[in-house]
């Protein structure tokens, strides 16, 4: 009906559910598409007189100062350790425990496991920051306690070593993470139909050959689908944790693009708001890059992609 | 004969197939365990207990003290009075907006549905960055006030989506058709209709956007300097990440290293003060957490 009626029409027609979209539209104009169009001071030099219309343009400076600075050869590997550090052990981890509790026998067994293991998840940054900073305690806590006991001597600090930063980074993150990350592929397993499981247990399939041919196909598409989406994250590190987790020791691992970017922006005495923004903006078009780069890749494969 | 050959050494592979499965479940159930026992331990124990490391499992030398320590803490009290204040005002903030947000978004009849919803979407791709967006809330005189806690985040695109496809895929639109013929508008059919068969998924969004209040660190951490508007967790900060307490000040060995135990007591009990609001409610609304987790990971 309303399909075939001109575009004026079908406004006339349902003009209350454009009132609806008022007010949420203009939120969005404001809080989110603002900012976009400041990003301009990226290739301008921001000053507080000019603002963001009316500085100086200066091209792509900003950008040049960035690629050549020695922050610049620390910042983005670091970014990218990190990031990949934590794809390749926190992507895997939550398919194999998904298809593990899949596998248990015991329901009630299966939703205690369940219970607990989505719980670190509601805690929040500062807190697990705070329990890496407690347990981790060369001298008090459970780290430092448990070495003694078994070595006899107290163990050097680790969270003051900037070797050990990425480990505690990316563990505590699938600690936290790992068991809320289940879900999802949770959600696909349990659209495995029966029938498809006692149809190869006639044929003689073990368990765990039916786990492999059954349900690992069967979560698939969902994997493909939650790497790509992490593959647009791969230059953003959460600034959070990293920045809750820095200390003078281990700056030279933990400081990234996000954390950079706030103190050049607004931490630092002489806030550098052209050139913060151009790290950022730098930042964003990486990961819109890669994450079209691999949708583009999955889809190539056979996979549907995000669109 | 064969046949019953094969279902035996099958089932013998399956007998060590769920060994292995039930260990290694029961491995990450202890691994997550054990820290969030430890703390809560500890949090119970004497501060001579925590100094030492005699927490292993269960609290040693009971004691309360750390509890008291924090309720004596202005500055906790503070940020747990601001932190309820954002988290309520914004949570019902956000849940208005995202719902108006959604009906027209899922309805087919909706002009520029299509592009309304790419802007949305759009977003969660691309951001102005922290620069432009600081600009924004200074230029909005949002700095140091109560709002810059509510608005810039009043709709999640997350939630959004789910909320959205709740109420595409519960919600016959059949229902619209016979009630527009009894002349319901637009605006009563979301009155009358879509909300009151949306309570499962407002829950869900509801919940979501009340524990991202809850931790949210990061807005505050950038927007406000007034100790008084602070929420719990940048006050969490100042004691859990950066220590206050300096021990070089202290001469006297013995009350340095009680002055050290209540220390990390402190810690530990502040950590089970400011998480166990939302481990209270999470044994209630997991299901409807893992609900919004699934409607949300669909394509739509």
């Given at each position: 009906?309303?399909?075939?009626?001109?575009?004026?029409?079908?406004?006339?027609?349902?003009?209350?559910?454009?009132?609806?979209?008022?007010?949420?539209?203009?939120?969005?104009?404001?809080?989110?598409?603002?900012?976009?169009?400041?990003?301009?001071?990226?290739?301008?030099?921001?000053?507080?007189?000019?603002?963001?219309?009316?500085?100086?343009?200066?091209?792509?400076?900003?950008?040049?100062?960035f690629?050549?600075?020695?922050q610049?050869?620390?910042?983005?590997?670091?970014?990218?350790?990190?990031?990949?550090?934590?794809?390749?052990?926190?992507?895997?981890?939550?398919?194999?425990?998904?298809?593990?509790?899949?596998?248990?026998?015991?329901?009630?067994?299966?939703?205690?496991?369940?219970?607990?293991?989505?719980?670190?998840?509601?805690?929040?940054?500062?807190?697990?920051?705070?329990?890496?900073?407690?347990?981790?305690?060369?001298?008090?806590?459970?780290?430092?306690?448990?070495?003694?006991?078994?070595?006899?001597?107290?163990?050097?600090?680790?969270?003051?070593?900037?070797?050990?930063?990425?480990?505690?980074?990316?563990?505590?993150?699938?600690?936290?993470?790992?068991?809320?990350?289940?879900?999802?592929?949770?959600?696909?397993?349990?659209?495995?139909?029966?029938?498809?499981?006692?149809?190869?247990?006639?044929?003689?399939?073990?368990?765990?050959?039916?786990?492999?041919?059954?349900?690992?196909?069967?979560?698939?598409?969902?994997?493909?689908?939650?790497?790509?989406?992490?593959?647009?994250?791969?230059?953003?590190?959460?600034?959070?944790?990293?920045?809750?987790?820095?200390?003078?020791?281990?700056?030279?691992?933990?400081?990234?693009?996000?954390?950079y970017v706030y103190k050049v922006g607004l931490a630092q005495?002489s806030s550098d708001y052209?050139y913060a923004?151009?790290i950022?903006?730098?930042?964003?078009?990486?990961?819109?890059?890669?994450?079209?780069?691999?949708?583009?890749?999955?889809?190539?494969?056979?996979?549907?992609?995000?669109? | 004969?064969?046949?019953?050959?094969?279902?035996?050494?099958?089932?013998?592979?399956?007998?060590?197939?769920?060994?292995?499965?039930?260990?290694?479940?029961?491995?990450?159930?202890?691994?997550?365990?054990?820290?969030?026992?430890?703390?809560?331990?500890?949090?119970?124990?004497?501060?001579?207990?925590?100094?030492?490391?005699?927490?292993?499992?269960?609290?040693?030398?009971?004691?309360?003290?750390?509890?008291?320590?924090?309720?004596?803490?202005?500055?906790?009290?503070?940020?747990?009075?601001?932190?309820?204040?954002?988290?309520?005002?914004?949570?019902?903030?956000?849940?208005?907006?995202?719902?108006?947000?959604?009906?027209?978004?899922?309805?087919?009849?909706?002009?520029?549905?299509?592009?309304?919803?790419?802007?949305?979407?759009?977003?969660?791709?691309?951001?102005?960055?922290?620069i432009?967006?600081?600009?924004?809330?200074?230029?909005?005189?949002?700095?140091?006030?109560?709002?810059?806690?509510?608005?810039?985040?009043?709709?999640?695109?997350?939630?959004?989506?789910?909320?959205?496809?709740?109420?595409?895929?519960?919600?016959?639109?059949?229902?619209?058709?016979?009630?527009?013929?009894?002349?319901?508008?637009?605006?009563?059919?979301?009155?009358?209709?879509?909300?009151?068969?949306?309570?499962?998924?407002?829950?869900?969004?509801?919940?979501?956007?009340?524990?991202?209040?809850?931790?949210?660190?990061?807005?505050?951490?950038?927007?406000?300097?007034?100790?008084?508007?602070?929420?719990?967790?940048?006050?969490?900060?100042?004691?859990?990440?950066?220590?206050?307490?300096?021990?070089?000040?202290?001469?006297?060995?013995?009350?340095?290293?009680?002055?050290?135990?209540?220390?990390?007591?402190?810690?530990?009990?502040?950590?089970?003060?400011?998480?166990?609001?939302?481990?209270?409610?999470?044994?209630?609304?997991?299901?409807?957490?893992?609900?919004?987790?699934?409607?949300?990971?669909?394509?739509?």
């Open positions: 009906m309303s399909s075939r009626s001109s575009f004026p029409d079908q406004v006339v027609e349902h003009w209350q559910l454009l009132a609806f979209m008022a007010l949420p539209l203009a939120y969005l104009i404001v809080f989110k598409y603002v900012p976009m169009v400041g990003v301009q001071i990226a290739f301008r030099k921001f000053t507080a007189d000019g603002g963001v219309w009316g500085s100086k343009w200066v091209g792509f400076y900003q950008f040049r100062k690629f050549e600075s020695y610049f050869a620390r910042v983005l590997p670091n970014t990218i350790r990190l990031s990949f550090y934590n794809l390749v052990a926190g992507f895997p981890l939550p398919i194999v425990v998904a298809l593990c509790l899949n596998a248990l026998r015991s329901a009630s067994f299966r939703k205690s496991v369940q219970t607990i293991i989505y719980v670190p998840h509601f805690i929040s940054t500062v807190v697990i920051v705070g329990m890496i900073l407690q347990l981790l305690n060369p001298r008090t806590g459970v780290y430092g306690t448990a070495m003694m006991a078994f070595t006899g001597h107290q163990p050097a600090d680790i969270l003051a070593k900037a070797a050990t930063f990425p480990h505690l980074y990316v563990w505590s993150g699938v600690w936290q993470q790992m068991g809320w990350n289940t879900i999802i592929y949770t959600a696909a397993l349990s659209t495995v139909s029966l029938e498809l499981h006692e149809a190869a247990q006639i044929d003689g399939a073990s368990r765990f050959s039916r786990v492999l041919n059954v349900d690992f196909p069967a979560i698939l598409p969902t994997a493909v689908i939650m790497l790509i989406l992490s593959s647009g994250s791969i230059l953003s590190v959460g600034f959070e944790k990293a920045f809750l987790m820095q200390n003078p020791l281990n700056l030279s691992t933990s400081e990234v693009i996000s954390t005495g052209s923004t151009a950022g903006l730098f930042n964003s078009l990486v990961n819109m890059l890669m994450l079209v780069l691999v949708n583009g890749i999955a889809g190539r494969l056979g996979h549907s992609g995000l669109w | 004969m064969a046949a019953s050959g094969n279902a035996a050494r099958s089932s013998r592979g399956d007998v060590a197939f769920y060994a292995i499965v039930d260990t290694a479940m029961m491995a990450v159930l202890l691994v997550v365990l054990y820290p969030l026992i430890f703390v809560l331990s500890s949090s119970f124990s004497s501060p001579s207990a925590v100094m030492t490391g005699r927490v292993v499992l269960w609290p040693v030398d009971f004691s309360l003290e750390g509890y008291a320590a924090v309720f004596r803490n202005r500055d906790v009290l503070t940020g747990y009075v601001n932190s309820v204040l954002y988290m309520s005002v914004g949570t019902l903030l956000n849940v208005a907006a995202t719902m108006i947000a959604a009906y027209p978004l899922s309805r087919k009849d909706t002009p520029l549905r299509k592009t309304f919803t790419f802007l949305f979407a759009f977003t969660m791709f691309f951001s102005g960055g922290l432009p967006n600081y600009i924004l809330m200074r230029g909005l005189g949002l700095i140091d006030t109560f709002w810059v806690m509510v608005l810039p985040g009043a709709i999640g695109v997350w939630n959004l989506i789910v909320a959205r496809t709740f109420i595409q895929n519960s919600i016959p639109a059949e229902l619209f058709e016979a009630a527009s013929i009894d002349g319901c508008s637009d605006a009563r059919y979301f009155r009358a209709v879509i909300l009151p068969l949306s309570k499962a998924v407002i829950a869900v969004i509801a919940l979501y956007y009340a524990v991202g209040h809850w931790n949210a660190f990061f807005d505050a951490l950038i927007y406000l300097n007034k100790r008084a508007l602070y929420p719990l967790q940048l006050f969490l900060r100042e004691v859990l990440v950066a220590n206050t307490i300096n021990p070089a000040l202290e001469i006297d060995p013995e009350l340095l290293e009680r002055k050290q135990g209540m220390a990390d007591l402190l810690k530990y009990s502040l950590i089970v003060v400011s998480t166990v609001p939302m481990l209270a409610v999470y044994p209630f609304a997991q299901k409807y957490f893992v609900k919004g987790a699934m409607v949300g990971s669909l394509k739509g």
